[in-house]
């Protein structure tokens, strides 16, 4: 079955790189995305990646895919407080409506 | 904001009461989704609407009911809930297959 994957946690100092990583079982998904949630908030769409890439910048975000290991990274450089949140990655497949959430990475920066 | 608005932000409610959740989007999107956010549990997708026409039930129990009168517009009726229906509801709607702007949910309370 679908399946996504990510660590629980990650904390880092202000100003150091975030990595978070996410691994995915279905190979057929086009789309994946990455979703930011603040406490007490929705789900904001930060970035995503189309399947046939494997790297896609945007400011301070990096999106990193492997495709055959069917693994998915979301560095965040020089990260601030404001940062601190829960980062879910969410692949979805080509004509579906669905997209598979994982149980997301909180992460925690530390002055 | 995220074009996406959900009410109430709160609501507790007994098991026996009826209760309506409510979502609108100002976006122009064609298809409109609701999800289940329970704590330490991934986002579960529950329905989907494209178009006003239920393309997606995720075996979702009955006490749950959604209604889509219009492109714009979302409903989850609720009716004899338990209490592990307690969770943050969220709301989202998309452009067919594109991505998903959520609203900032509407958490749920069961006594």
């Known amino acids: 079955g679908e399946d996504v994957e990510q660590s629980l946690f990650l904390s880092v100092r202000e100003g150091d790189s975030s990595v978070i990583n996410c691994t995915y079982t279905d190979s057929s998904s086009t789309y994946l995305y990455w979703y930011k949630q603040e406490p007490g908030a929705g789900l904001q769409l930060l970035t995503y990646i189309f399947s046939n890439m494997d790297m896609k910048q945007d400011q301070r975000l990096t999106v990193l895919l492997n495709k055959k290991d069917k693994h998915l990274s979301l560095r965040i450089a020089d990260t601030q407080t404001g940062d601190s949140a829960i980062y879910f990655c969410?692949?979805?497949?080509?004509?579906?409506?669905?997209?598979?959430f994982g149980s997301g990475t909180r992460l925690l920066v530390r002055p | 904001e995220t074009g996406v608005t959900q009410t109430p932000r709160h609501l507790v409610m007994g098991m026996t009461n009826k209760k309506s959740l409510k979502c609108e989007q100002h976006l122009g999107h064609n298809a409109m989704y609701w999800y289940k956010q329970s704590a330490k549990k991934p986002l579960e997708l529950m329905f989907v609407y494209s178009l006003e026409e239920r393309v997606e039930n995720n075996s979702v129990p009955s006490r749950f009911s959604p209604e889509c009168p219009n492109s714009s517009h979302l409903f989850l009726h609720l009716h004899t809930l338990q209490p592990e229906d307690s969770a943050l509801y969220l709301c989202?709607?998309?452009?067919?297959?594109?991505?998903?702007?959520f609203g900032e949910g509407s958490r749920l309370t069961v006594l």
């Open positions: 969410a692949p979805r497949k080509d004509s579906s409506y669905k997209l598979i």
């Open positions: 989202a709607s998309s452009q067919q297959y594109g991505e998903l702007f």
